[in-house]
């Protein structure tokens, strides 16, 4: 099989500069009750938590990347992960029952998918990495952010930790991929913009699998419980691996973090250590006086407003576990034949950003099975909603609960518009009209811990000096229009630039 896992470290390493030379050191002691401390503990492993930790051992520092996941390696058999078409245990999180591979968080009005394992979301998404424009970047960040400094410096150095392109001319013309080519033919008819645009997607593994060298996974739309080819780019195979291979970062998995609080001039994490079924086997805690979260918008968010309403970290703001939002996730069902050919990830975009409608990217999202029986074509809508959403403290259940307002005027007018574009594809393609599935699912949460309101512009808590955010949390409820991996990557890397000037200052 083929694999570009060892030519990206051998970039990623060379790039960093220094390496083990300036070794600190690392907590490597058995599996105890009681870990010593660590220079910089972070908590996820995802793009935040690769970044930051690739960052930290680019400067000499040391530090322990706690993941709830297992690892997913990728085999010469094929099998790492479950299929749509046959999942099994691998497929979902759920603690007690099993260490799979995607979580679906269940809220008040809304529900959510998040990755758990070693590389986060990007085990699980669909590999789209986009720059907004800077007028639905602002519409987004307002001014929280300066698009100039992103765009010159921050997104092109995304691009380049990542690795991506998008789907080549012989890919797309493969007999797999007339999906694609189909979705791209009926947008165009209905006037929408087109665009291939770069993923985190290895090429030619994908013709691997086209010409029948190695087994199908991306070319029959597997994306979602992972790709067992190794074509996606996914970020424990990359950055966090080219991380790892300094010596100065240790990555635990299976170590959940279900506390943080503040002990004099350091922190203390309480950390469950589980088993293959996600039963936890015993508790340990680690202490540093910097603690960076990057365990996605869900999970730094419900940290943090626990911790807050228990008094474990008394001095956040307020406004943590606010300005939360759906990335204005629709997942929309048109009804007519499948075409055979449902290669992923998600190759094809067609945009729809100034019309006067909501601005709106639809991806072309195979699921790797067919939906109601092969008769109905899907997609994903991205847009911009206002961040309405909250995730508030349960004192009785002690536990944090999300909340998504159904009844806000302006998101109901974005489910309007959606339908509207879609009204315009049904009109200029065969089968019935849209059907429109209801908001009540994203894979994309962002905000908890905004920019500017719980944390400054590099993601520093100031009321908790040395507790860093780095992750999707900091964004307030979407990215401009488009998925939010690249910007996501990019924002890491700008507060793990700052994070790296506090330590070494």
């Given amino acids: 099989m083929r694999t570009t896992k060892?030519?990206?470290?051998?970039?990623?390493?060379?790039?960093?500069?220094?390496?083990?030379?300036?070794?600190?050191?690392?907590?490597?002691?058995?599996?105890?009750?009681?870990?010593?401390?660590?220079?910089?503990?972070?908590?996820?492993?995802?793009?935040?938590?690769?970044?930051t930790a690739l960052r930290l051992a680019q400067r000499g520092i040391s530090c322990i990347v706690l993941e709830r996941g297992r690892r997913w390696p990728i085999t010469a058999v094929g099998n790492t992960f479950a299929t749509a078409v046959n999942p099994d245990t691998r497929a979902l999180w759920l603690p007690g029952v099993?260490?799979?591979?995607?979580?679906v968080v269940a809220g008040s009005g809304i529900n959510c998918f998040a990755g758990a394992g070693v590389g986060g979301g990007s085990l699980v998404n669909y590999t789209v990495m986009m720059t907004p424009e800077e007028d639905l970047f602002?519409?987004?960040?307002?001014?929280?952010?300066?698009?100039?400094?992103?765009?010159s410096h921050w997104?092109?150095?995304?691009?380049?930790?990542?690795?991506?392109?998008?789907?080549?001319?012989?890919?797309?013309?493969?007999?797999?991929y007339s999906a694609a080519r189909g979705f791209d033919e009926v947008s165009r008819r209905a006037g929408l913009e087109v665009r291939r645009v770069p993923m985190a997607t290895d090429w030619d593994v994908v013709r691997d699998e086209i010409h029948g060298r190695?087994?199908?996974?991306?070319?029959?739309?597997?994306?979602?419980?992972?790709?067992?080819?190794?074509?996606?780019?996914?970020?424990d195979r990359t950055i966090l691996s080219a991380a790892e291979a300094t010596g100065l970062v240790t990555v635990l998995p299976l170590h959940s973090v279900t506390d943080v609080r503040a002990e004099g001039d350091r922190y203390t994490l309480t950390c469950a250590v589980l088993d293959a079924s996600g039963q936890t086997r015993y508790t340990t805690e680690f202490h540093s006086n910097t603690v960076v979260f990057a365990a996605g918008s869900v999970g730094t968010s419900k940290l943090l407003v626990r911790a807050r309403a228990r008094g474990d970290l008394p001095h956040l703001?307020?406004?943590?576990?606010?300005?939360?939002?759906?990335?204005?996730?629709?997942?929309?069902?048109?009804?007519?034949?499948?075409?055979?050919?449902?290669?992923?990830?998600?190759?094809?975009?067609?945009?729809?950003?100034?019309?006067?409608?909501?601005?709106?990217t639809l991806l072309n999202f195979p699921l790797g099975v067919p939906v109601l029986g092969g008769l109905s074509q899907n997609a994903l809508a991205v847009s911009i909603t206002p961040p309405s959403g909250s995730l508030v403290y349960d004192t009785a259940m002690d536990q944090v609960e999300l909340r998504w307002p159904t009844d806000v005027p302006e998101i109901a007018r974005v489910t309007k518009d959606i339908g509207t574009i879609l009204a315009k594809i049904g009109a200029v393609s065969s089968g019935s009209a849209p059907a429109l599935a209801l908001p009540t699912v994203t894979s994309h949460p962002l905000g908890g811990a905004v920019l500017g309101t719980v944390t400054d512009s590099y993601g520093r808590i100031g009321e908790h000096p040395g507790l860093y955010v780095?992750?999707?949390?900091?964004?307030?409820?979407?990215?401009g229009a488009v998925p939010p991996a690249l910007t996501v990557t990019a924002l890491a890397d700008r507060c793990a630039s700052a994070l790296v000037a506090d330590l070494t200052r």
């Avoid at 602002?138 to 765009?151: K, N, V």
């Avoid at 029959?220 to 970020?235: H, Q, R, T």
């Avoid at 780095?470 to 990215?479: E, Q, V």
């Fill in 98 to 103: 099993a260490t799979g591979v995607l979580e």
């Fill in 214 to 235: 190695i087994g199908p996974s991306a070319t029959v739309g597997d994306c979602i419980f992972g790709v067992n080819s190794g074509a996606k780019l996914s970020v």
């Fill in 155 to 176: 997104y092109p150095r995304a691009r380049d930790l990542i690795g991506c392109s998008p789907i080549p001319d012989d890919v797309l013309a493969a007999e797999q």
């Fill in 138 to 151: 602002a519409a987004s960040f307002g001014d929280r952010l300066d698009y100039d400094e992103m765009i």
């Fill in 6 to 51: 060892t030519t990206r470290r051998e970039v990623l390493l060379a790039a960093t500069g220094v390496l083990a030379a300036a070794t600190l050191p690392i907590a490597r002691a058995p599996m105890s009750r009681a870990q010593p401390s660590a220079d910089v503990v972070i908590i996820g492993s995802g793009y935040a938590g690769a970044v």
């Fill in 317 to 360: 703001s307020t406004d943590v576990g606010g300005y939360w939002g759906s990335s204005g996730d629709h997942v929309t069902l048109r009804l007519g034949r499948t075409a055979d050919g449902q290669g992923g990830p998600a190759h094809i975009v067609a945009l729809d950003w100034h019309s006067g409608a909501t601005p709106t």
């Fill in 470 to 479: 780095a992750d999707s949390s900091l964004i307030p409820g979407s990215t």
